[in-house]
């Protein structure tokens, strides 16, 4: 990930009180300030100027994040070329599956959910647009480290602090590196309940003609519905046929 060489602290102060209210679902200023390590009048002060700028709402005694954030989200969203291609096939994924489709990308080093879609079985996760994760403990996040470039690759696994998130997650980097060779050689990645216990992912990379991966499409739903037939067969084939519509129409862009 890229650190600012001269970051400036107001903007840095900014920042933290708007994950604070992300991760709180709203505070009040005495909570906000104990958790930035801030005076209440600092933040008072951010808080009113995110305020007037559409950024944060005050709801009774607590402030919340504004809907200006969605503008945001959206318009950030749209700069990725495929985003539009995308939602159809994740859509057509999830309801031929039944299970929860989701299409990821890359941003600084972590997987960075930009689309769900839901089918008629899927389960409820902690997974959302703009959920960020480690790469190499999920199936879209191993499809997208197995196909991008060598020396990107090798970077981000020697500055990977593995965490035993579950039993089965890998922590060790030998074993994930030996994982992405397989997945390379099939196309396919898994997650075998490495990120949520008792949740299978099955994923695939997105590729342009030059092998330039754009993201990674999967498929995950609980251990107990993938037996050994769905798990290595029906579902790889209908994330195969996806990416490959996908990718065909890449070549239109």
């Known amino acids: 990930m890229t650190r600012a060489k001269n970051p400036v602290q107001a903007v840095q102060r900014t920042l933290d009180i708007v994950d604070t209210l992300r991760d709180t679902g709203g505070a009040r200023v005495t909570e ?23 950024y ?5 005694t607590e402030y919340k ?4 954030f969605v503008d945001l989200s959206h318009y950030a969203k749209t700069q990725i070329d495929i985003y539009d291609l995308i939602i159809e ?4 994924l999830a309801a031929e599956s039944g299970e929860m489709g989701l299409f990821t990308v890359e941003e600084n080093d972590e997987g960075v959910c930009l689309y769900s879609a839901e089918g008629e079985a899927s389960v409820q996760t902690e997974v959302y647009v703009g959920y960020r994760n480690e790469l190499y403990h999920t199936a879209v996040g191993k499809a997208i480290l197995a196909f991008m470039p060598a020396e990107q690759r090798d970077r981000i696994i020697e500055e990977t602090t593995f ?5 089965n ?8 590196r030996e994982e992405l060779e397989g997945t390379r050689e099939e196309g396919i990645a898994y997650n075998y309940g490495e990120a949520i ?3 299978v992912g099955i994923g695939a990379p997105i590729r342009d003609q030059d092998g330039t991966v754009y993201g990674a499409i999967s498929v995950i739903g609980p251990a107990r519905r993938m037996d050994d037939d769905r798990l290595e067969n029906d579902i790889p084939e209908m994330i195969r046929r996806a990416a490959n519509v996908i990718e065909i ?5």
């Open 89 to 92: 096939e994740v859509d057509a």
């Open 56 to 60: 944060v709402v005050h709801d009774g």
């Open 32 to 54: 906000i300030a104990k958790t930035v390590d801030l005076t209440k009048g600092t933040v008072h002060s951010h808080l009113a100027t995110l305020e007037e700028k559409g």
């Open 65 to 68: 994040l504004g809907l200006r």
């Open 169 to 176: 997650t890998i922590t060790d980097e030998a074993a994930l």
């Open 249 to 253: 129409n890449l070549t239109s862009l």
């Open 163 to 167: 965490e035993a998130i579950t039993p």
């Open 197 to 199: 216990h008792g949740l």
